[in-house]
C-alpha cells in the first residue's frame, strides 16, 4: 500500500515561511496531479495547489503570489513553500496525488498553525 509521508507543518508566526514536502513510498501510476488541499478549523477542504503530469499549476486565490508549488520528477514528490503566512492560513495541509484511474492518494495531513 502506497503512502503519502509529509512533513514542514509547525507553528510560525503572522508573516513568517514554512515549507511543507510531501513523497511517496512508492510507485503511483497514470498520475493527472500532484497538490495540497488544507482544511481550517471547522470548515470543509479546499484547493490550495495543484501541479499536473505537464506542470502545469493551480493556486486559491487566497495563496497567490505567497505559496509556489513544486514538484521532484525523479520522484513522487511534491513541495509547498509559503511564505508571508497569515492567521487564516491556519489549517490542516493535506497532500494529495490525484490520479486517471481508481482512487486518489491522501497524506495523514500535517499541521500549519499561524499566530497574529
Known amino acids: 500500500q502506497v503512502q503519502l509521508v509529509e512533513s514542514g507543518g509547525g507553528l510560525v508566526q503572522a508573516g513568517g515561511s514554512l515549507r511543507l514536502s510531501c513523497a511517496a513510498s512508492?510507485?503511483?501510476?497514470?498520475?493527472?496531479?500532484l497538490g495540497w488541499y488544507r482544511q481550517p478549523p471547522g470548515k470543509q477542504r479546499e484547493l490550495v495547489a495543484s501541479?499536473?503530469?505537464?506542470?502545469?499549476?493551480k493556486y486559491a486565490d487566497s495563496v497567490k503570489g505567497r505559496f509556489t508549488i513544486s514538484r521532484d520528477n525523479s520522484k513522487i514528490a511534491v513541495s509547498l513553500q509559503m511564505n508571508s503566512l497569515k492567521p487564516e492560513d491556519t489549517a490542516v495541509y493535506y497532500c494529495?496525488?490525484?490520479?486517471?484511474?481508481?482512487?486518489?492518494?491522501w497524506g495523514q495531513g500535517t499541521q500549519v498553525t499561524v499566530s497574529s
Open positions: 501541479i499536473s503530469s505537464i506542470g502545469s499549476r
Open positions: 494529495n496525488v490525484a490520479v486517471n484511474w481508481g482512487t486518489d492518494y
Open positions: 512508492g510507485t503511483i501510476y497514470s498520475i493527472k496531479s
